[in-house]
């Protein structure tokens, strides 16, 4: 901690007051319920960690919904054959998922660029099928994975802790329902965030700069780029895992959409949005895109009525049916808009954005690569 | 007469594309300390020859030997860590890092080795390659530049960059493949001067280039490739008065 520079540590600062005290500043939106929150700290955490892959090293997959999936159904059976401990859960959903990275980073990493991508998805749709298939004795199908009371629980029964009604994962004994399952998985946002800027700071995180900005002068410069590029593919593998493993925590039935590509979809989405390469901008994507997701998925054909009613007969029903088909089910219709105009108009993502605004206010000029990397553009 | 200690010993190197023998027969020993010059029309098979040597192509047959040590088969970045670097004739550079970490990286990779799991200390404690590095960019005049992003550099400032990445490793062999190439009559000189000052420090260097000004202000020794074979082979001076060699390269190109 003492070794970190002063930027470094202000942003840090800053950063875990904004998300404790999300409760407070987000009441306004509507969005201060507990429910929303955690999704908010479970898809910064990975988005934060896709991004040590996809901005750092420039190796977009397109296959981090298996790993997230993989967490959560570790996180489920070890509250079932385990414990209802979270923390087992968490330790055993991250080595997990880890361990399933490093054979399909093994693997896909074998080749770069789309060929890279294409073998991710693959990967990660082989899983999802898998899930639903074959491995329904591990998966429970379609049904999902879910918590019984006549789950084994070894660890807890050794311990003679015994379960009234339906089981839910506890800390020490501890419900995590409400707040105290966001400040839960706010405390592994923060330690996730504080870890990934450890990473983009140290030596280890500039040869994964490196090697996304030149390849070839990696290699000609002494660099074994292979075992780097895996090392941040299983990084950021773990991290979706426990991603995974906390929304198993709040809500302990494990299904293998989780692992489907739109999944894996939405975390490029997220990272992109805020700022590929940048430390915050990931983690506001992700929030954005979850709490639009939460608004605009609730709106139907009713409100829009309403919306529109101060229109004339005719017009309004006109507007209703286009604007419906951009609400509800077809919410991923507006986030495709919002992308599409974000690649083009601002490919830096959100960060970008604020950087440019920022500009206009001080001409002082920065100096490169201090607490926000410059954000590169989508390979 | 003593035995001149051979750094590199390019053996009987073939190389064929197909139907084209882009190499052939070469046989190069490049003594230590000494700069020595491979050069020839387009076409002749230097840059092939230069991509043998680094591990980038490999060859049909014969062999490559660094100091005792066959480089043959090995990859580009164990070929660097026995202590060979190299210019490229378009800088390969980090376009969006800074100056600094540029020059920061090759450093790491010497003391470090191919791969570290180095991601618990912060960058900024690592004060003993800052200040190498610092160095470094002063000895080639480019300390006020350091914090620019490398990519908004000048072509000439590029070169240079390049080179102090590769001086900072201390290289036993420098490989520089047209470093003059697409520089305006300026960029040039100040990367004569440049090599001329790396000469002084008895470095190896085998050097491609197309400009007769940079190779004969530079070469102890040249070597002519013409059509994938070596045809002369000496000082500066006897390469000059080959007539075979004013034949292929010297007469036609000039």
Redesign the interface.
């Given at each position: 901690m003492a070794a970190m520079p002063r930027n470094d540590l202000l942003l840090f600062a800053g950063f875990t007051l904004a998300v404790l005290t999300m409760p407070i500043w987000l009441a306004p939106f509507g969005a201060a319920y507990p429910d929303l929150l955690q999704r908010f700290m479970i898809f910064g955490i990975f988005a934060v960690g896709f991004n040590i892959l996809f901005g750092l090293t420039g190796y977009l997959s397109f296959g981090h919904a298996a790993f997230f999936g993989v967490g959560s159904y570790a996180a489920v059976w070890s509250f079932k054959l385990l414990s209802l401990d979270v923390i087992p859960a968490m330790i055993f959903a991250i080595i997990v998922s880890g361990l399933f990275a490093l054979v399909i980073g093994y693997i896909s990493l074998r080749r770069s660029g789309i060929y890279f991508s294409i073998l991710t998805l693959a990967f990660a749709q082989m899983s999802y099928n898998m899930a639903y298939s074959v491995l329904t004795p591990i998966t429970n199908g379609e049904t999902g994975l879910q918590l019984t009371q006549s789950d084994p629980r070894h660890l807890d029964s050794a311990l003679a802790a015994t379960v009234v009604g339906q089981p839910i994962p506890t800390l020490l004994g501890q419900s995590l329902g409400g707040f105290s399952g966001f400040y839960f998985c706010a405390g592994f946002l923060i330690i996730a965030f504080f870890l990934a800027q450890r990473i983009t700071g140290s030596p280890f995180g500039m040869m994964l700069k490196g090697i996304k900005t030149n390849q070839t002068r990696m290699h000609y410069t002494g660099f074994n780029t292979k075992p780097y590029t895996l090392a941040a593919f299983v990084i950021s593998g773990m991290y979706a895992g426990l991603a995974g493993a906390l929304l198993a925590v709040t809500d302990p039935l494990a299904g293998a959409e989780r692992m489907q590509w739109t999944a894996s979809g939405e975390v490029v989405l997220m990272t992109i949005l805020g700022g590929a390469g940048t430390l915050v901008g990931p983690v506001i994507g992700a929030w954005l895109i979850k709490y639009f997701e939460n608004i605009f998925s609730a709106i139907n054909d009713g409100i829009l009525r309403r919306f529109f009613d101060f229109l004339p007969d005719g017009v309004d029903s006109a507007m209703v049916t286009v604007a419906s088909k951009f609400v509800g089910e077809g919410w991923f219709l507006t986030l495709g808009l919002v992308f599409v105009i974000i690649v083009i108009f601002l490919p830096g993502g959100i960060m970008e954005g604020v950087r440019r605004i920022a500009h206009l206010f001080n001409r002082a000029p920065k100096a490169p690569g201090k607490a926000n990397p410059q954000p590169q553009p989508a390979e | 007469m003593s035995q001149p200690n051979v750094v590199l010993h390019v053996a009987d190197v073939h190389k064929r594309f197909g139907g084209l023998h882009a190499l052939a027969d070469i046989d190069l020993q490049v003594e230590e300390g000494q700069t020595h010059a491979i050069i020839g029309p387009n076409g002749a098979g230097k840059s092939t020859l230069l991509n043998v040597i680094?591990g980038k192509l490999p060859p049909s047959s014969g062999q490559v030997v660094f100091d005792g040590t066959v480089l043959t088969g090995r990859?580009?970045?164990q070929i660097?860590?026995l202590g060979i670097?190299?210019v490229?004739q378009t800088p390969?550079?980090?376009?969006?890092?800074?100056v600094l970490?540029n020059v920061?990286?090759?450093a790491?990779?010497?003391r470090?080795?191919?791969?570290?799991?180095?991601?618990?200390?912060?960058?900024?404690?690592?004060t003993g390659i800052r200040e190498e590095a610092e160095h470094m960019l002063e000895d080639v005049g480019m300390l006020g530049r350091r914090?620019?992003?490398a990519g908004s550099l000048s072509r000439g400032d590029k070169r240079r960059m390049e080179l102090a990445?590769c001086l900072i490793?201390h290289p036993r062999l420098l490989l520089l493949d047209e470093p003059t190439a697409g520089m305006s009559r300026h960029d040039t000189n100040t990367t004569i001067e440049l090599l001329k000052k790396i000469k002084s420090r008895g470095m190896t260097k085998v050097i491609i280039e197309h400009d007769m000004h940079v190779v004969f202000s530079l070469a102890d020794k040249i070597s002519v490739l013409a059509q994938g074979r070596i045809i002369a082979d000496g000082t500066p001076d006897q390469v000059r008065g080959n007539p075979k060699v004013q034949e292929a390269y010297l007469g036609g190109a000039h």
């Open positions: - | 680094i990859k580009p970045y660097n860590q670097a190299r490229f390969e550079i980090f376009g969006d890092l800074s970490h920061m990286i090759p790491l990779a010497k470090d080795g191919a791969f570290k799991l180095n991601m618990f200390r912060s960058l900024d404690s690592e914090e620019m992003a990445m490793q």
